[in-house]
């Protein structure tokens, strides 16, 4: 059973950094599509960034991260980061990990992250 375990969340000043991890198990990672999303209580789920299998992120990160967050991942640690620079109060959301496999999308729980102006 694939499982996904986010961390790195937490609170920081606007203008500051972050870095998400997104760790699977249960996986064939390598193979596997990584989607981060963001969310606000009461609106809709907003994709932030996305990286193949083959590593490949671009054209797929949200115009309003572009500049900003980075998305990558390790295979061998069965790993995906989300690097976030020059945080906004804007960015404030719960961030989540999702792993596409053989067609089945799994989730994580989330990662808190604050940013205070």
């Known amino acids: 059973q694939v499982q996904l375990v986010e961390s790195g969340g937490g609170l920081v000043q606007a203008g500051g950094s972050l870095r998400l991890s997104c760790t699977a198990s249960?996986?064939?990672?390598?193979?596997?599509?990584i989607a981060w999303y963001r969310q606000n209580p009461g609106k809709q789920r907003e994709l932030v960034a996305t990286?193949?299998?083959?590593?490949?992120?671009?054209?797929n990160i949200a115009d309003s991260v572009k500049g900003r967050f980075t998305i990558s991942r390790d295979n061998a640690k069965k790993t995906a980061y989300l690097q976030m620079n020059s945080l906004k109060v804007e960015d404030t959301a719960r961030y989540y990990c999702?792993?596409?496999?053989?067609?089945?999308?799994?989730w994580g729980q989330g990662t808190q992250v604050t940013v205070s102006s």
């Open positions: 999702m792993l596409r496999q053989m067609g089945s999308e799994y």
């Open positions: 249960g996986s064939d990672f390598s193979t596997t599509f």
């Open positions: 990286i193949t299998r083959y590593g490949d992120s671009s054209p």
